[in-house]
T-cell receptor, first 114, second 112 residues
Framework: DTAVSQTPKYLVTQMGNDKSIKCEQN?????MYWYKQDSKKFLKIMFS???????INETVPNRFSPKSPDKAHLNLHINSLELGDSAVYFC?????????????FGQGTRLTVV | GESVGLHLPTLSVQEGDNSIINCAYS??????FIWYKQESGKGPQFIID?????DKRQGQRVTVLLNKTVKHLSLQIAATQPGDSAVYFC???????????FGKGTRLSVIA
């Protein structure tokens, strides 16, 4: 079983569209994250959720809205997609925020906005 | 700006040699560090971690060294194999309730 799974793996869409990326973890973790990886491979935190509640929002545009229906899921909805949104988006989870535990990552979703 | 960075963006190593990947961090309050490996088309995978109260930790073929005086972290891979080819990231937790902050990554290429 995959620990952190996200879908879709690839997403190609036109500017202005609205899209969602889904993420699920079966590790029983309390905290989930979304990271964005740009073309230079830099990984930057976007959001952090603990027990379905938002605890960190790192200056991400309002067009990005995470939704956590339960603590095993953290979906990312993006409105009015722009060319600059093209990147690989990673979902991750960990047992507690900031504790000495590793974060487990999904395989990533490569978003291409054309 | 980012508080974690890397000295070398790319590193080419002969198969069987040892690899050393370096990382500099700027936040002296950071108390936990992790090295991740990211293979092409995959998410980052945990390799090894170290707490700030340690200066060395060993795993299977990997060793992490932490020098808090100069805020430097390194990952040593013994007997590098082709399967070690990937991008390696150091990451830190700055304080108790924050997510991992990643450095810029080093691409390791193993020459057979």
């Amino acid at each position: 079983d995959t620990a952190v799974s996200q879908t879709p793996k690839y997403l190609v869409t036109q500017m202005g569209n609205d899209k969602s990326i889904k993420c699920e973890q079966n590790l029983g973790h309390d905290t989930m994250y979304w990271y964005k990886q740009d073309s230079k491979k830099f990984l930057k935190i976007m959001f952090s959720y603990n027990n379905k509640e938002l605890i960190i929002n790192e200056t991400v545009p309002n067009r990005f809205s995470p939704k956590s229906p339960d603590k095993a899921h953290l979906n990312l909805h993006i409105n009015s997609l722009e060319l600059g949104d093209s990147a690989v988006y990673f979902c991750a989870s960990s047992q507690d925020p900031g504790e000495d535990t590793e974060a487990f990552f999904g395989q990533g979703t490569r978003l291409t906005v054309v | 700006g980012e508080s974690v960075g890397l000295h070398l963006p790319t590193l080419s190593v002969q198969e069987g040699d040892n690899s050393i990947i370096n990382c500099a961090y700027s936040n002296s309050a950071s108390d936990y560090f992790i090295w991740y490996k990211q293979e092409s088309g995959k998410g980052p995978q945990f390799i090894i971690d170290i707490r700030s109260n340690m200066d060395k930790r060993q795993g299977q073929r990997v060793t992490v060294l932490l020098n808090k005086t100069v805020k430097h972290l390194s990952l040593q891979i013994a007997a590098t194999q082709p399967g070690d080819s990937a991008v390696y990231f150091c990451a830190e937790i700055i304080s108790g309730n924050t997510p991992l902050v990643f450095g810029k990554g080093t691409r390791l290429s193993v020459i057979a």
